[in-house]
């Protein structure tokens, strides 16, 4: 997933073309507990590698004023992402991606399992993560690579991922979201709940769908099932003949001129949406945040299908130990302690831990944010630009509606390869 940096407030998931910048240089104690540090003589750096969803000038300017931690941003795609990982693990030290690239990353042994017992949020992490529910006890679909599955690994050295809960996790959480269809309410100009719409002739042309091979495919078997063709046993793990149908529906619509664009970055889907080229598309939350502060209607819309659920955390390269793997442990408990938590959830994301979260936010924030209540106040961006006017509501309702109304997570299939083949085929057709 894409976007652009956290200053703007409207990211996720950026393809930058660049690696991401930051901060000026300062010196800490190199302990884990404790804010603020100590100034000693040697300068604390971590080379940090992500998509952009939890990065920000304002983040790692105020992790380095809290640990005196130097964050460098090294900024790529999702899959790029992935082949750093695979063939370049000593190029990073701390590692920020998503719970369905794990199928590929642990089994190479380039990532180095993290100890729970060394985070001291770990116990307050909120159980969508490791129990499959929300905090108000709604069970979340487990379809595709859901965060619980993968959470944690059968030993410190190992490849193999626990059915129960150990000491070693693969991926500290961090921020997650439930995904849909964004539209263009004042184009459309009727009710929307179903993501068959997606293909619905009506907007030939008009429409568009994500480009990302492991996040595009879970929304096309949405509109797959939502249309009534198909029923999966596990679209986050389709049989080859399952992948094969899927995109059949798809190429066809594609031939018949359904969609106007197959984006990657979160600006093409900005752009797409706020010029009117789309009237209905995958979209990422902030990205519908973003076409609203631009003055033009745009509406995150919930489904009657539920919502495609992604998940992000924190671990580090099999290269770091010693002083570097101390300061990681310090830099994610700080990460974890409620600044960063309370910038992202004011995106739009989720905070691992909502308790430091909350601390950190303004009541009216929280109550708009995550109970899905009408500001009371204007909304404001992590920058200070306006997001929503007071009396909005939050697309979606509350965060136990939306993450209780999970029917599935990005994923890695066993069947991958023949997956990203049949898929770029489709893009290509």
């Not at 819309?301 to 099999?318: D, M, N, T």
């Not at 029917?407 to 049949?422: G, L, P, S, T």
Request: charged share 25%; aromatic share 10%.
């Amino acid at each position: 997933m894409t976007e652009t940096t956290k200053k703007t407030g409207v990211s996720r998931r950026t393809l930058l073309k660049s690696t991401a910048g930051l901060a000026g240089l300062a010196a800490g104690s190199g302990a884990i507990t404790g804010f603020p540090y100590v100034k000693s003589a040697e300068t604390k750096v971590l080379r940090y590698l992500g998509t952009a969803v939890n990065e920000g000038d304002d983040i790692s300017k105020q992790c380095l004023k809290d640990t005196g931690i130097k964050i460098e941003y090294i900024t790529a795609t999702t899959d790029d992402v992935t082949k750093r990982v695979m063939t370049q693990p000593n190029s990073f030290d701390v590692l920020d991606t998503e719970y369905f690239s794990l199928k590929k990353l642990v089994p190479s042994g380039n990532i180095l399992a993290l100890d729970a017992r060394k985070i001291k949020e770990f116990d307050n992490i909120t159980p969508v993560f490791t129990k499959g529910e929300t905090p108000g006890g709604k069970k979340i679909g487990g379809q595709g690579t859901a965060p619980w599955k993968v959470l944690y690994l059968e030993g410190k050295d190992s490849k193999k991922f626990a059915t129960s809960a150990t000491e070693f996790v693969t991926l500290i959480p961090t921020v997650y979201n439930a995904d849909t269809l964004g539209i263009r309410p004042d184009l459309i100009k009727r009710p929307i709940s179903t993501w068959a719409e997606l293909l619905n002739p009506e907007f030939k042309g008009k429409a568009s769908i994500l480009n990302i091979p492991s996040i595009g495919i879970m929304d096309a078997a949405m509109v797959v099932e939502a249309t009534g063709k198909y029923k999966y046993a596990d679209k986050g793990n389709m049989t080859k003949e399952e992948i094969d149908l899927t995109m059949k529906v798809m190429t066809e619509a594609k031939k018949a001129g359904q969609f106007r664009a197959f984006w990657k970055d979160f600006n093409e889907s900005v752009n797409l949406m706020a010029s009117g080229e789309t009237v209905i598309q995958s979209m990422w939350s902030p990205a519908v945040t973003k076409v609203r502060s631009m003055g033009i209607p745009c509406t995150f819309q919930p489904l009657k299908e539920g919502y495609r659920s992604w998940a992000s955390g924190f671990c580090v390269s099999k290269g770091v130990s010693g002083a570097k793997l101390e300061w990681a442990y310090e830099f994610v408990n700080w990460f974890l302690s409620g600044y960063a938590g309370a910038y992202l959830n004011r995106q739009g994301y989720y905070s691992a831990v909502l308790s430091t979260a909350k601390a950190h936010m303004e009541p009216y924030e929280w109550a708009y944010w995550m109970e899905g209540k009408p500001a009371e106040k204007d909304i404001k961006a992590p920058d200070g630009s306006l997001l929503e006017k007071a009396g909005a509501v939050r697309d979606g309702g509350s965060y136990e509606d939306r993450m209780g109304g999970v029917a599935c997570w990005n994923a890695v299939m066993d069947e991958n390869d023949y997956m990203v083949r049949k898929w770029n085929e489709f893009i290509a057709a």
